[in-house]
């Protein structure tokens, strides 16, 4: 069980819109920056963004994020079959357990 | 060119340890705190602990502390994971990732996999 929550899956046709949630609590998004990060099939994880909506250098302006009180969004547009891949935020947090939380990951299939 | 090459993975029986190393290069080393996190087969990412760029600062999650020990090597611009009495449930392909004290993970290794299993 993750401390941040995201879908199991998402999925849209290539050219097309996605967004992937991600809720946590005030302990985590709620006072913290949140980053993304990408996956691809047999690969180590590749930052996203960060700082909630920055990208860093190489990253196409088609992704995207946002924060909304405890939840955050990543948005892809312009799909790709490239694109297909686990996504997962992260960020810290300030209960006593644990430094840096992430979220369960997000499957994003291009039909 | 950053990189971050992890190695020591491999398999061991319940009760075991296990030593994973991670070589750095590319930047300064000894600025940045470092961290491992692991996925367990099929599964996300777990944090397993951190330190920062003395050494002043180690951290661990609930589900490692007291098994495993995080170090560091500055003039060797290595990172170090010692696993003792490991568990069929640490089974998971461990990464390096530095972090630049943001909430994130800038440059991550490839990851090596460690396997618990009798």
């Known amino acids: 069980q993750s401390v941040l929550t995201q879908p199991p899956s998402v999925s849209a046709a290539p050219g097309q819109k996605v967004t992937i949630s991600c809720s946590g609590s005030?302990?985590?998004?709620?006072?913290?920056?949140v980053s993304w990060y990408q996956q691809l099939p047999g690969t180590a994880p590749k930052l996203l963004i960060y700082d909630n909506n920055k990208r860093p250098s190489g990253i196409p302006d088609r992704f995207s994020g946002s924060k909304s009180g405890t939840s955050a969004t990543l948005g892809i547009t312009g799909l790709q079959t490239g694109d297909e891949a686990d996504y997962y935020c992260g960020t810290w947090d300030s209960s006593l357990s644990v430094n840096w939380v992430f979220g369960g990951g997000t499957k994003l299939t291009v039909l | 060119e950053v990189q971050l090459v992890e190695s020591g993975g491999g398999l061991v029986k319940p009760g075991g340890s296990l030593r994973l190393s991670c070589a750095a290069s590319g930047f300064t080393f000894s600025s940045y705190s470092m961290n491992w996190v692991r996925q367990a087969p099929g599964k996300g990412l777990e944090w397993v602990s951190s330190?920062?760029?003395?050494?002043?600062?180690?951290y661990y999650a609930d589900s490692v502390k007291g098994r495993f020990t995080i170090s560091r090597d500055n003039a060797k611009k290595s990172l170090y994971l010692k696993m003792n009495s490991l568990r069929a449930e640490d089974t998971a392909v461990y990464y390096c990732?530095?972090?630049?004290?943001?909430?994130?993970?800038?440059?991550w290794g490839q990851g090596t996999l460690v396997t618990v299993s009798s």
């Open positions: 330190i920062s760029s003395s050494s002043s600062y180690i």
């Open positions: 990732a530095r972090d630049v004290e943001r909430p994130d993970f800038d440059y």
């Open positions: 005030s302990s985590n998004i709620g006072n913290n920056y």
